[in-house]
């Protein structure tokens, strides 16, 4: 990776070696990181992200905004109804 890169993680905590990723952006090699996951959920208090220079920890919560629940209960309540009217919806099979 380039000098300086930044690195942005929306995955899974446990993709990064977030000790390698703070040493590297300690000695500039890594220019930034962000990320909206750890590798323990909630984020542990000895996270060595945690203080880390140029780094954006952010919680994992980008589903849990207003709109989106509003939506997400909006989907559901069409389902039961389709399926009460026999014409099933979003199925598993």
């Given at each position: 990776m380039?000098?300086?890169?930044?690195?942005?993680?929306?995955a899974?905590?446990q993709?990064?070696?977030?000790?390698?990723?703070?040493?590297?952006?300690?000695?500039?090699?890594?220019?930034?990181?962000?990320?909206?996951?750890a590798?323990?959920?909630?984020?542990s208090?000895?996270?060595?992200l945690?203080?880390a220079?140029?780094?954006?920890?952010?919680?994992?919560?980008?589903?849990?905004?207003?709109e989106?629940?509003?939506?997400?209960?909006?989907?559901v309540?069409?389902?039961?109804?389709?399926f009460?009217?026999?014409?099933?919806?979003?199925?598993?099979?």
């Amino acid at each position: 990776m380039k000098q300086g890169a930044i690195l942005i993680n929306t995955a899974r905590g446990q993709i990064v070696d977030e000790a390698a990723v703070r040493a590297a952006l300690e000695s500039g090699k890594l220019g930034g990181f962000a990320a909206d996951v750890a590798s323990t959920e909630p984020i542990s208090p000895d996270n060595p992200l945690l203080g880390a220079p140029n780094c954006i920890l952010t919680p994992h919560i980008a589903w849990a905004a207003k709109e989106t629940r509003a939506r997400l209960l909006s989907v559901v309540i069409q389902n039961i109804a389709d399926f009460l009217a026999g014409d099933p919806k979003n199925r598993v099979c």
